[in-house]
């Protein structure tokens, strides 16, 4: 398992949760050689289930030897949070299965958060392949369309990545 948390201090709290056995720190505190013997711990000792990193893991990082990743909070990009979840999924990974989950608390500032990546990664996707355009071809976002669309969400939607 992999969990991602973009506070440092958070690295240190989740850690607390579990057996320093178990599990193993990566963030970008770390020198580059205890980042690389903590991720070679990850990758090779079978009794090193968790990586706990800050936002420093979830770029360049290849672990193909976990198959879950636990986004503890919300990066500030969509495109933070989709290298984050790409972290696993490897051409080299063993697991025909990996799963990505996210933890959100009911009308938190972290759903609102959700809704409004989701709503730029949207935005974002329109400019790409036109998906979305209005009919003069332009995106309508306006205070007006993005209030519309969080109170539409929260009005009993549920999360979906």
Not at 15 to 21: A, G, H, L
Not at 34 to 43: D, P
Not at 85 to 95: A, L, M
Not at 103 to 128: G, Q, T
Request: glycine letters at 4%; aromatic letters at 12%.
């Amino acid at each position: 398992v992999v969990v991602f948390t973009r506070y440092l201090p958070m690295v240190q709290i989740l850690s607390e949760c579990f057996d320093p056995v178990i599990w193993t720190p990566y963030t970008g505190r770390m020198s580059a050689k205890k980042k690389e013997a903590s991720l070679l711990r990850f990758q090779t000792d079978p009794a090193t289930r968790f990586l706990i990193s800050s936002d420093a893991g979830g770029f360049g990082l290849d672990i193909p030897q976990a198959n879950i990743i636990l986004n503890y909070d919300m990066p500030d990009t969509w495109g933070a949070a989709k290298q984050r979840n790409t972290r696993i999924v490897r051409t080299s990974s063993t697991f025909d299965v990996v799963s990505r989950n996210w933890v959100f608390l009911d009308n938190s500032v972290e759903l609102r958060h959700w809704a409004r990546l989701n709503h730029k990664r949207d935005i974002a996707e329109a400019f790409r392949d036109k998906r979305g355009l209005n009919e003069r071809t332009s995106i309508a976002v306006t205070t007006e369309t993005l209030t519309t669309f969080l109170e539409s969400y929260f009005d009993g939607n549920e999360v979906a990545e």
